[in-house]
């Protein structure tokens, strides 16, 4: 099955202890892409890499870390979490960046 | 300058009648893309529909439409039928052209929570 998944699906944490939120995708697709979703917000781009030569910020890349070693996988990476990045994390990734985004499941993390 | 207004923060409708969903957008890039994502109370992201700025026709996926008015510049969303598992938030956003959107960013609005009826 065509898929984004994302681990872990929840995640509560403290302040300061590093966290990885994992992404992969089994479509073959160039591009990838985290946003947070917040209320109020809406959902805002973090990061996004356009194929594992080129990984660039998004709107809102401060407090966070991303690596695109293999295609298939794009870790989100939180070196000191804080309770502000406390949100519901999404992976998307598409064939290339003007294509159709497809989403995982979402990452609920809570930062104590 | 909100660039997706979405202007019904909630919705009824009854099943099996249709609805509507507004979406208006705004942009000045010739290119763009529109899209439909329902977001159920699990939290996941569901991809519905896209209309590309040059569609010459409303896009359809199943009991989906969207009543593509690009001199208004809405994109308002068409569910047919409605059934008691359309109840969700459904999210309106746009792409605009890589000339002026290097990261390939989606565009949200705040979303409409549409709940069906029995």
């Known amino acids: 099955e065509a898929q984004v998944t994302q681990n872990p699906r929840y995640l509560i944490t403290v302040t300061g202890k590093k966290l990885t939120v994992t992404c992969s995708q089994n479509m073959n697709h160039e591009y990838m892409s985290w946003y947070r979703q917040d209320p109020g917000l809406g959902l805002r781009q973090i990061y996004y890499s356009m194929n594992v030569e080129v990984t660039d910020k998004g709107d809102v890349p401060e407090g966070y870390k991303v690596s695109r070693k293999e295609k298939r996988n794009f870790p989100l990476i939180l070196e000191s979490p804080s309770p502000n990045q406390t949100s519901l994390y999404f992976c998307a990734s598409s064939f290339i960046a003007a294509d159709t985004q497809y989403f995982g499941p979402g990452t609920r993390l809570t930062v104590l | 300058a909100q660039k997706i207004t979405q202007t019904q923060p909630g919705m009824f409708v009854q099943e099996k009648e249709a609805v509507t969903l507004d979406c208006t957008y705004d942009?000045?890039?010739?290119?763009?893309?529109l899209f439909w994502y329902k977001q159920p109370s699990s939290g996941e992201m569901i991809f519905l529909i896209y209309?590309?700025?040059?569609?010459?026709q409303n896009a359809t996926e199943g009991r989906y439409s969207l009543n593509f008015q690009k001199a208004r510049k809405s994109a308002n969303l068409v569910i047919s039928a409605s059934q008691l598992g359309d109840s969700a938030m459904y999210f309106c956003a746009m792409r605009e052209g890589l000339i002026y959107n290097q990261g390939g960013k989606l565009i949200f609005g705040q979303g409409t929570e549409l709940s069906v009826k029995p």
């Open positions: 942009t000045s890039d010739p290119s763009y893309g």
């Open positions: 209309q590309g700025s040059y569609d010459q």
